[in-house]
């Protein structure tokens, strides 16, 4: 299991950018990377997922270094509405290994502030 | 299509009852998972399943039966609950949506209060 670490908790203001760094230094071959935003009492919902390089999407960007052994999620410009708590998971998600063990790190509260 | 759906939303127990928290998913996925969270933490994985008959150990079942009934549904159950068990409960379904992401589908959780 990749085990991953996140810092527990950041600040920000309305309009910054936000980039949140994930460690899982024992991440596997067939391992992706793949980010969840929650709110209080909802639950986890896809940002979004990467295997190497970088990924974007309409709502964030996911940049992985060559040696897989990080990531980084980035929200451009955020606003009071991207307060939430961001997980960064590691896992094989392959259909063809379904049921893997998926397990979610700590996470990190996002304050965005005005 | 409901996606993941679980019933029922609040329950309170008092401590040694039973009950079943049930988990149904439309997206004819696979994979289905259970998770609880307790308050200010982060999600813990309980039991999960990869198809129709099997099961197995998440990170903390301790205290906790699973049944994957048939493909959609896959149930969670406290046989004798207690206080320690209080928590936000979720199931999720993992599966590729329309741009070809894998991931996790949750249902919109079951909060259980035992006293």
């Known amino acids: 299991l990749a085990k991953t670490t996140q810092p527990i908790s950041m600040d920000s203001y309305e309009g910054q950018e936000v980039n949140i760094t994930c460690s899982h230094n024992?991440?596997?071959?067939?391992?992706?990377i793949t980010w969840y935003q929650q709110f209080p009492s909802q639950g986890p919902r896809f940002i979004i997922q990467?295997?190497?390089t970088k990924v974007t999407n309409e709502v964030a960007s996911l940049f992985i270094p060559a040696d897989r052994k990080s990531s980084t999620l980035s929200l451009p410009r955020v606003s009071l509405s991207d307060t939430a708590v961001y997980y960064c998971?590691?896992?094989?998600?392959?259909?063809?290994?379904?049921?893997?063990?998926?397990?979610f790190g700590g996470g990190t509260r996002l304050m965005v502030k005005p | 299509n409901a996606g993941v759906t679980q019933t029922p939303k609040f329950q309170v127990l008092k401590t040694g009852q039973s009950m079943t928290l049930q988990c149904a998913q439309d997206?004819?996925?696979?994979?289905m998972y259970w998770y609880r969270q307790d308050p200010g933490m982060g999600l813990r994985l309980i039991y999960y399943?990869?198809?129709?008959?099997?099961?197995d150990k998440g990170e903390v079942p301790n205290g906790y039966n699973v049944s994957r009934l048939n493909k959609r549904e896959f149930s969670l159950r406290l046989e004798s609950a207690a206080p320690s068990q209080t928590s936000v409960y979720f199931c999720?379904?993992?599966?590729?949506?329309?741009?070809?992401?894998?991931?996790?589908?949750f249902g919109s959780g079951t909060q259980l209060s035992v006293l």
């Open positions: 999720a379904s993992s599966g590729r949506d329309g741009e070809g992401n894998e991931k996790l589908f």
């Open positions: 024992n991440i596997a071959t067939n391992d992706y």
């Open positions: 990467g295997y190497k």
């Open positions: 998971l590691v896992g094989d998600m392959a259909i063809n290994n379904a049921g893997n063990m998926l397990t």
């Open positions: 997206m004819n996925h696979n994979s």
């Open positions: 399943s990869a198809s129709e008959g099997t099961t």
